[in-house]
């Protein structure tokens, strides 16, 4: 496999997951393709997390016990990545410090209070709100599980876009930054909400509109996210990208259940 798009594959799933994918490149050309390859390893990860899932809920063990296996298997097959980025952004940005001070607290190896209470919050709302998909049938949890984590990995196709700068020259944030032209992330987010909203006909009625508007909404909460990152930090880092995909993946779940 010596394709752009083999090595972009590669990238992809050797930097967002824990298989055994060795990176044969770590250039911007790669790099630029990996980020765009993102979303089919969200697509491994979320269907890695339905599967458990649903087989609990079908052999009868509750929703709720469905729900913490779907929330846990992104947290494992990532090896915690996201979530230890989520925490330690949140630590940098409930800091107040400059940006500098800010980063170098990121960087730190132990979690503060602001984080372990970002952390809490985010997991206990995932949880809740697969509980309630799945109290409505498994292939409603199961599909909830897909789409965020597919959505996740959009955001971070979204947020290496052209124009975002690396908070540092060093890391995987200074090595993916501005690497996606827009209108390839444009065409990227628009095929993904397409195909997200697109699985939704097989609940009936509104079901895509409503699937589709939630990773639209799920994708707006990390753009926010992002922005202020980069306006508090001056640009992004790993652990902004982990932080990104994480509210991609709530606001997803969140926006799932509204309606």
Known sequence: MTSPNSHGIRFAFGTLTVLPVRVTRWDREAARAGMLCAPLAGLVVGL?????????????SGPLLAAVASAAVPAVLTRGLHLDGLADTADGLGSGKPAQDALRIMKQSDIGPFGVITLLFVLLAQVAVLHQLYGQGWAYGAMAAVVAGVTARLALTLAS???????????????????????????AAAAVVAACAGAGAVFGGYAPLHQGLAVVGGLAAAQVLLRHCVRRFGGVTGDVFGAVAEVAATGTLVGLTLG
Do not use: C
Request: proline share 12%.
């Open 48 to 60: 890695a997390a339905a599967v458990p899932g649903a087989l609990l809920l079908l052999f009868g």
């Open 161 to 187: 876009r052209q124009g975002v700068p690396p908070a540092r020259p060093e890391g995987l944030g200074a090595a993916v930054a501005g690497t996606v032209p827009l209108r390839a992330a444009a065409g």
